[in-house]
């Protein structure tokens, strides 16, 4: 198998819950990043792992060629494949790894595994401003909540994590509660803007360390709505939502802020689907004036799961020449 270096131009796939996506970059630009979000699962109020999975092989073709044709880039011209091998739903990781080697297979050109979270954390470097080396980076999303330092672009090591549910299903449970739907974070998000965050006091976890922990404020969200009425919940409902998301992003803040003072690290950066949260961004600006950061949040677009972010990561992979085999499987629990 002959690898081109001179121009490295990659297909990159992402499918590891019910995003499907594909993307083209070259030498480190990305060409096209093309979503297909998947509404199927909205009526059962979260994901389904089996219809995320079906959707998935539904979608997949015609995402990767509308990722290619946008991109102006024929198959020929591809260096790799690179695709999300984990973490995530093994039913949908098993579309997209398929896919890519037998695509990889038939053009006869190397494969490049990388992890899904990682991957959020190199979306920073798709576009201006970069950060610089070492930061630290909260990624924070449905299935994920850690402070990650970051000392390469490979190289990096999980400094603190939640213990129980990660603060994007924080999220979508309390939106569930309520009553809003799915996905429930954008609009536990826009209640929140007209909300008072002191309005009803939740408690934060004093969990030891750089450790989060966000089953016990879901639990006093849920006794504190099994007291009220129907009538008082949504004339507060603003309030709820705001006092709510506070407590959650006060809990992300406080942790961030200690690893900073713990590491000696001054650049900050913030990545995972919960980075749009707008209530995060505002917290975040206002601490970093107070602890003189330098913050950086990636474009919205590359925030939530996409394969733009893959095709990066994929990218500095090629470059360090790691590369996996036809043999390789998807890792439902695949650490950084």
């Known amino acids: 198998m002959a690898i081109n270096t001179e121009k490295v131009t990659l297909l990159a796939i992402e499918s590891s819950c019910d995003e499907t996506s594909a993307s083209v970059i070259s030498d480190g630009q990305i060409l096209s990043n093309i979503v297909a979000t998947q509404v199927v699962h909205e009526k059962h109020g979260g994901v389904v792992p089996e219809l995320a999975s079906r959707a998935h092989q539904q979608n997949i073709i015609l995402v990767v060629q509308e990722a290619l044709q946008k991109a102006q880039i024929d198959k020929s011209e591809l260096s790799a494949i690179g695709f999300t091998r984990g973490p995530g739903l093994l039913g949908s990781l098993l579309v997209g790894t398929s896919f890519s080697k037998a695509m990889a297979l038939a053009l006869d050109i190397p494969l490049i595994e990388v992890n899904h979270m990682q991957a959020h954390v190199l979306a920073h470097f798709i576009d201006e401003p970069k950060p610089a080396f070492p930061f630290l980076c909260l990624t924070v999303s449905g299935g994920h909540t850690q402070i990650v330092?970051?000392?390469?672009?490979?190289?990096?090591?999980?400094?603190?994590?939640?213990t129980d549910d990660a603060v994007g299903e924080a999220f979508d449970k309390a939106a569930k509660m309520l009553g809003l739907g799915y996905p429930g974070g954008p609009m536990v998000d826009k209640l929140a803007k007209t909300g008072n965050p002191l309005a009803f006091p939740f408690p934060i976890s004093d969990m030891p360390d750089l450790k989060f922990s966000f089953s016990g404020v879901k639990t006093a969200l849920l006794y504190f709505i099994q007291k009220q009425t129907p009538e008082f919940i949504q004339e507060n409902l603003a309030d709820i939502c705001a006092s709510y998301q506070y407590t959650l992003i006060r809990t992300l803040l406080?942790?961030?802020?200690?690893?900073?003072?713990?590491h000696g690290i001054k650049e900050i950066s913030v990545a995972g689907g919960v980075s749009a949260n707008s209530g995060l961004r505002l917290a975040l600006a206002e601490m970093a004036k107070k602890e003189r950061w330098n913050i950086y949040i990636p474009d919205f677009q590359y925030?939530?799961?996409?394969?733009?972010?893959?095709?990066?990561?994929?990218?500095?992979?090629?470059?360090?020449?790691?590369?996996?085999?036809?043999?390789?499987?998807?890792?439902?629990?695949?650490?950084?």
Do not use: W
């Open 254 to 262: 406080l942790k961030l802020k200690k690893a900073s003072k713990l």
């Open 149 to 162: 330092k970051v000392k390469s672009h490979l190289g990096m090591e999980v400094i603190g994590e939640t």
């Open 303 to 336: 925030c939530t799961d996409n394969a733009g972010m893959i095709a990066i990561a994929a990218h500095y992979k090629f470059l360090a020449g790691e590369f996996t085999s036809q043999s390789v499987s998807p890792m439902p629990r695949f650490a950084i």
